[in-house]
């Protein structure tokens, strides 16, 4: 059994990374709520701006929209995983890194594929098995619309020139604080919506059908990869409040099993001091 000292040493530092965990547990809390918000607001705008997209890409061709709905043979895929800029939060990262490698190695398995990294963890891992050709770690540090714009509009640049034949997007949805799902999108070519016949006779056009779409497609993309970081940004914090809420409880578990191992060897060591002194007052008397 291991000595006084040492176990109190234990419980010590135990108790200091409980303290920590659960300031890391409330923090993630506030930020969490703020994130929730934000996605929770943006979320039926940008369902029924894709929604819309979908409906008018079947009628897309020849206008100069069609760009970006052009399908072609797939033979190079651009994969956007995005992931956190730090850890501690359970298997957020791991999750999209999983499913970022088993659409490369698998799902596009004889096609050339690349990786454009949005988050510090994606780009630390798959910078060591894939090319990354783009990093945008620092979204974070001013997650705005203007922002995550800017690289929408290079990834568009990109399916547009022809560099790539597939856009894909890898992240987790926010469901709740417990629960994250992994999303795969089709970012380019614009995926039609499956209903039977054509929906364009729905609409009317006003000022004029391509002067719309110039300006909806490239929106509604913008609005896809916003929400989509929006949804992971949220994820990030609620995975890891549980974690460090399971990591919290795990601390505090350990440190009452010291505690209670503590006082055992210090009962022990209480009544082997008394059984000494005993054995010595008897053997002075004999």
């Known amino acids: 059994m291991a000595n006084l000292k040492e176990i109190r040493n234990r419980i010590s530092s135990v108790s200091s990374t409980m303290q920590i965990t659960s300031a890391m547990k409330m923090v993630s809390a506030a930020k969490l709520k703020k994130a ?3 996605i929770t607001a943006m979320r039926p705008y940008a369902d029924k701006l894709t929604e819309l997209l979908q409906n008018l890409s079947t009628s897309l061709e020849g206008d100069s929209g069609s760009r970006y709905a052009d399908e072609r043979i797939v033979k190079k895929v651009l994969i956007v ?11 957020f990262n791991t999750n999209i890194l999983k499913q970022s490698v088993n659409l490369a190695e698998n799902v596009h398995l004889g096609k050339e594929v690349d990786f454009v990294a ?3 963890k994606a780009n630390d891992y798959l910078g060591k098995r894939f090319n990354v050709i783009a990093n945008h770690s620092g979204v974070y540090d001013d997650l705005t619309f203007d922002n995550v714009a800017e690289i929408a509009e290079s990834l568009m640049e990109l399916f547009t020139n022809g560099d790539y034949d597939r856009i894909e997007i890898v992240y987790n ?8 799902i992994i999303m795969t999108e089709q970012f380019l070519p614009i995926v039609p ?6 929906t364009s006779a729905d609409y009317t056009f006003e000022p004029s059908k391509v002067e719309i779409i110039e300006q909806l497609i490239p929106k509604s993309l913008k609005t896809q990869l916003y929400k989509g970081i929006r949804d992971s940004f949220a994820s990030e914090h609620g995975a890891r409040m549980t974690a460090m809420h399971k990591a919290t409880d795990n601390a505090t578990e350990m ?6 191992t503590y006082n055992k060897a210090r009962q022990a060591s209480i009544t082997n001091e008394i059984l000494e002194i005993v054995g010595g007052a008897e053997a002075l008397k004999n």
């Open 173 to 180: 949805k926010f469901k709740n604080a417990a629960t994250q």
């Open 36 to 38: 929730q918000d934000a």
């Open 81 to 91: 995983s995005i992931t956190s800029n730090r850890g501690l939060c359970g298997a």
């Open 193 to 198: 919506l499956e209903t039977e016949g054509s």
């Open 118 to 120: 949005v988050g510090k």
């Open 255 to 260: 440190r009452d099993q010291l505690k209670l």
